[in-house]
């Protein structure tokens, strides 16, 4: 990295640690972890899960809740207010360059959401070995790298959002449209879909799986839950057309690719358009 990009990032993450909302995400994160160990979560079993990999299933899940609709509120305004702002201008008049800008922001967002997800769940990993529980390494990386790769998603597609929208009213209404429908596609317009139109069920449980959110989420089950009993029968579907370990890369590969492509976009249209 250059030290233009590398100065736009350390000027975005102080930024954002001066910022309430920051503190309020993070000890949020770090309270929960608190009250699970509290409330002695570790020592109920789920399907053969006690301990620590109770408490990791329990933290992704609420995880999948809180960081979608947290990365899209807090990044969605990024670029559009500081065109609003005239802060964009400014920092464009200076020998700084469009994609220094953007992926300064994009990498200083990154940082800011990421870091306080990942030292919550090392803090339970290491609060686990005080205290004398098995730690699951294998899985505490890979839950690690879902969490990573679904923050990177939703923050691709609020950078392209902040670029292409034309008020930060526009950017906060289009991230909460696409975050319910996201969330609303997991379940309830997939079952309506199915039972309205008799569609082959394969062909909506395939189209389910091109939603980032539902991916995530079944990554994450069958790391816990290896045949996915608690999804029931579709997890014949799954498991019967591709392989735990297969489906597992597709759950790390996909969401960042998609997200890639939305960060790109989203640079090209920042780049290539009048955004001052």
């Known amino acids: 990295m250059n030290n233009t990009l590398i100065q736009i990032l350390k000027t975005d993450i102080k930024e954002n640690l001066r910022s309430k909302s920051f503190w309020v ?40 809740v809180i960081l979608p609709i947290y990365v899209l509120i807090s990044t969605v305004r990024s670029v559009v207010g500081d065109r609003e702002n005239g802060v964009l201008e400014y920092q464009l008049s200076l020998p700084i360059s469009f994609s220094n800008y953007y992926w300064g922001k994009f990498l200083g967002r990154f940082f800011v959401i990421y870091i306080p997800v990942f030292i919550a769940f090392l803090g339970a990993a290491i609060w686990g070995l005080i205290i004398n529980l098995d730690v699951p390494w294998d899985l505490f990386f890979l839950y690690s790298a879902l969490l990573a790769v679904m923050v990177f998603f939703f923050l691709g597609l609020s950078m392209f959002l902040s670029s292409v929208t034309k008020s930060q009213e ?19 317009l997939l079952i309506g879909m199915m039972l309205k139109m008799r569609v082959n069920p394969e062909m ?36 019967d057309t591709v392989s735990r370990t297969t489906f597992i890369i597709y759950a790390l590969a996909y969401p960042f690719i998609t997200g890639l ?14 955004v001052v």
């Open 204 to 239: 909506v449980i395939g189209a389910s799986l091109l939603n980032p959110l539902q991916v995530f989420r079944t990554g994450s089950l069958i790391l816990f839950d290896p045949k996915l009993t608690v999804m029931g029968p579709v997890s014949y579907f799954i498991l």
């Open 261 to 274: 492509i939305f960060t790109v976009w989203g640079k090209r249209y920042f780049k290539n358009h009048d």
């Open 25 to 64: 995400y993070s000890l949020l994160l770090g309270g929960f972890v608190a009250v699970m160990f509290a409330t002695g979560i570790t020592e109920s079993q789920v399907v053969g899960f006690v301990g620590l990999s109770r408490l990791m299933i329990t933290f992704i899940q609420v995880s999948m």
């Open 170 to 188: 526009m950017a906060l209404s289009s991230a909460f449209i696409i975050w319910l429908f996201l969330v609303a596609f997991m379940d309830i």
